[in-house]
């Protein structure tokens, strides 16, 4: 049956959609069924722009209040009702890891980016990457990805964050009153905005590396214009009482 269309479509007149839409309450209800499915929410997001749209609004927006109710909360705490970057590059993030394909980031390893099943984000240890003078900033850091035995690069680890209220932070304040040039090719690959390379900025505290089990000349880091994190870091081997303790 074609239902009366609710809203105009915003593509070309040849879209399939010019037949009629669902209302957003019925996407929202079936998606809210399914869990707010991100692989889902993507595929819907390729019929057209209006569905595109209402992703971008919704649907993904509802994915991260699920998938990380407490730091969605906290990250809207200021009043804002969106997110810098939107909806769709938070949600994102949350779900994965950006890898390395070389050529512009990290140009000592290539290992494809992949989806992960869970991560853990943590404010606490968004203080290790702060400067001090920075720490009244807001960063959530998720735990590192971890990729064993990369040959002559040993065990890597990937992590990601993203920044509350990027725009009125301390770090993006440094950043421009130090004249930090922005990365000449790269984008962040959750939203598409230039990089700013912490190292170059010499903005990369030691206990980054600390909080990470990494070699603290082994780790980089960069922060897009809308306060996304991505980095790669070097782990320490565990030792033999941390197997240990591990297996237990």
């Known amino acids: 049956m074609i239902l009366t269309k609710q809203y105009r479509c915003i593509h070309s007149s040849s879209c399939q959609c010019t037949k009629g839409h669902l209302s957003e309450d019925v996407i929202f209800l079936v998606f809210q069924q399914l869990n707010w499915n991100p692989k889902l929410i993507a595929t819907l997001s390729l019929v057209c722009k209006w569905f595109d749209d209402l992703a971008k609004r919704v649907l993904w927006k509802e994915f991260c209040k699920t998938r990380a109710p407490k730091m969605m909360l906290d990250l809207q705490s200021s009043g804002s009702h969106s997110v810098d970057g939107n909806w769709r590059a938070l949600g994102k993030l949350l779900i994965y890891c ?131 994190m991505l980095g790669i870091c070097t782990l320490l081997p565990l030792s033999d009482s941390e197997e240990a303790s591990g297996s237990e």
């Not at 009125?168 to 598409?192: M, N, W």
Request: charge should be positive.
């Open 98 to 228: 950006s890898g390395c394909s070389g050529g512009r980031l990290f140009n000592s390893v290539q290992i494809p980016g992949h989806f992960v099943y869970r991560t853990r984000f943590s404010r606490t240890s968004g203080k290790s990457f702060l400067l001090p003078q920075c720490r009244t900033d807001i960063l959530y850091v998720s735990d590192p990805c971890e990729h064993l035995d990369q040959g002559e690069e040993g065990d890597m680890g990937f992590f990601r964050g993203v920044f509350k209220s990027f725009l009125v932070s301390k770090v993006r304040k440094r950043l421009i009153d130090r004249a930090a040039k922005l990365h000449p090719t790269a984008v962040c690959p959750y939203c598409k905005a230039k990089l700013w390379d912490m190292l170059q900025a010499k903005m990369i505290p030691q206990s980054a590396s600390c909080r990470l089990g990494a070699y603290e000349d082994c780790i980089e880091y960069y922060v897009c214009l809308n306060g996304h």
